[in-house]
């Protein structure tokens, strides 16, 4: 039998359809959204009861009769909450900010030194804060993230152990999210490729962070017990030179070797993009079954807003309210 851990999990993965499903079909009537939910019509009630009864979920229109009753519509109230997304990268600040609808309302990008990182972030979100009902802040880090704290961050060790996640949630009131750019990267990439058709994935990228590879196993995106998992920029080598071939290629080898994925996904960036010859030098000599494919990619920042929305989608930050005081309260 289902513990209530895993009941409240099944809940938040319908409830996480349904909100999908309606983005995608606009204003929607119940049978229309049970056709396209892999649950029963009982389900699809409950979930949309619960949406109606916390302001997430407005009635609509009815349709227009085809001979029988005329159907109620549905559609999902576009300032419920609204999701602010953002990316470091490159010493800038690259600011998203969503409707329920996830609807890009407004982006802007900011520069920052290091050592002022932190008040620099929290002054961006405060703007955002004063024009919109945020319930989410989700903040993308191209350093070793576990749990919402900083464990390692060569460029910046002066944030190394602040917990990011839980200052953003005390100050702010709202749900926080705070993850390794490249594991967001690669949830992203599965979720754009169809996860159940990829499961085991490795998303890398040479570029001005410096070498960047996320990795999923069997659907799961690998972290380890301090978020170190993937940090492949710590591989050593005499000639550390990511703009080559050798290197990149020595990384990737090790990768296919550890991960066994099915594809690799590398992302183009400025500094390096010499990909054929870096997969035909890393999987030289490897059994022909090892041999993954391999693809190209300029979805970098997409894949990583894709990771967003995933998470918030299974952690159930698409609900305020009450579970977001109690979350503030624990940290």
């Given at each position: 039998?289902?513990?209530?851990?895993?009941?409240?999990?099944?809940?938040?993965?319908?409830?996480?359809?349904l909100l999908r499903v309606m983005?995608?079909?606009?204003?929607?009537?119940?049978?229309?959204?049970?056709e396209r939910m892999n649950v029963?019509?009982?389900?699809?009630?409950?979930?949309?009861?619960?949406?109606?009864?916390?302001?997430?979920?407005?009635?609509?229109?009815?349709?227009?009769?085809?001979?029988?009753?005329?159907?109620?519509?549905?559609?999902?109230?576009?300032?419920?909450?609204?999701?602010?997304?953002?990316?470091?990268?490159?010493?800038?600040?690259?600011?998203?900010?969503?409707?329920?609808?996830?609807?890009?309302?407004?982006?802007?990008?900011?520069?920052?030194?290091?050592?002022?990182?932190?008040?620099?972030?929290?002054?961006?979100?405060?703007?955002?804060?004063?024009?919109?009902?945020?319930?989410?802040?989700?903040?993308?880090?191209?350093?070793v993230i576990k749990d919402g704290?900083?464990?390692?961050?060569?460029?910046?060790?002066?944030?190394?152990?602040?917990?990011?996640?839980?200052?953003?949630?005390?100050?702010?009131?709202?749900?926080?999210?705070?993850?390794?750019?490249?594991?967001?990267?690669?949830?992203?990439?599965?979720?754009?490729?169809?996860?159940?058709?990829?499961?085991?994935?490795?998303?890398?990228?040479?570029?001005?962070?410096?070498?960047?590879?996320?990795?999923?196993?069997?659907?799961?995106?690998?972290?380890?017990?301090?978020?170190?998992?993937?940090?492949?920029?710590?591989?050593?080598?005499?000639?550390?030179?990511?703009?080559?071939?050798?290197?990149?290629?020595?990384?990737?080898?090790?990768?296919?070797?550890?991960?066994?994925?099915?594809?690799?996904?590398?992302?183009?960036?400025?500094?390096?993009?010499?990909?054929?010859?870096?997969?035909?030098?890393?999987?030289?000599?490897?059994?022909?079954?090892?041999?993954?494919?391999?693809?190209?990619?300029?979805?970098?920042?997409?894949?990583?807003?894709?990771?967003?929305?995933?998470?918030?989608?299974?952690?159930?930050?698409?609900?305020?309210?009450?579970?977001?005081?109690?979350?503030?309260?624990?940290?």
């Amino acid at each position: 039998m289902a513990n209530q851990k895993e009941l409240e999990q099944i809940r938040i993965r319908n409830f996480a359809c349904l909100l999908r499903v309606m983005r995608a079909l606009g204003p929607c009537s119940l049978s229309q959204v049970t056709e396209r939910m892999n649950v029963g019509l009982t389900t699809v009630k409950k979930c949309m009861e619960e949406g109606l009864g916390c302001g997430m979920i407005l009635p609509g229109e009815t349709a227009e009769s085809t001979g029988g009753r005329k159907a109620q519509q549905f559609l999902l109230n576009a300032s419920y909450q609204y999701e602010l997304m953002i990316l470091v990268d490159n010493n800038n600040l690259l600011c998203r900010v969503y409707d329920f609808n996830r609807h890009c309302l407004e982006k802007s990008q900011t520069r920052f030194e290091m050592p002022s990182f932190w008040q620099c972030l929290c002054g961006e979100i405060t703007s955002y804060v004063a024009r919109y009902r945020v319930g989410v802040i989700s903040l993308s880090m191209p350093c070793v993230i576990k749990d919402g704290r900083v464990t390692d961050w060569y460029y910046n060790p002066a944030m190394q152990g602040f917990d990011i996640g839980q200052e953003l949630q005390k100050r702010f009131g709202a749900h926080a999210i705070v993850q390794n750019d490249m594991k967001l990267a690669v949830r992203g990439a599965a979720a754009r490729l169809g996860e159940k058709s990829v499961p085991n994935l490795v998303a890398a990228q040479f570029g001005h962070n410096g070498v960047g590879v996320g990795e999923m196993v069997n659907g799961q995106v690998l972290e380890g017990a301090a978020g170190f998992a993937g940090e492949v920029g710590h591989t050593q080598d005499r000639r550390k030179n990511i703009m080559g071939v050798a290197y990149p290629a020595k990384i990737i080898r090790n990768v296919i070797i550890c991960i066994n994925p099915e594809r690799i996904v590398f992302y183009r960036s400025e500094r390096q993009n010499h990909f054929p010859q870096i997969f035909e030098e890393a999987v030289k000599g490897l059994p022909a079954a090892a041999v993954p494919q391999y693809a190209v990619s300029d979805d970098y920042e997409e894949d990583i807003l894709t990771g967003m929305f995933c998470l918030v989608d299974q952690n159930g930050y698409f609900k305020k309210g009450e579970i977001a005081n109690e979350q503030i309260a624990q940290g």
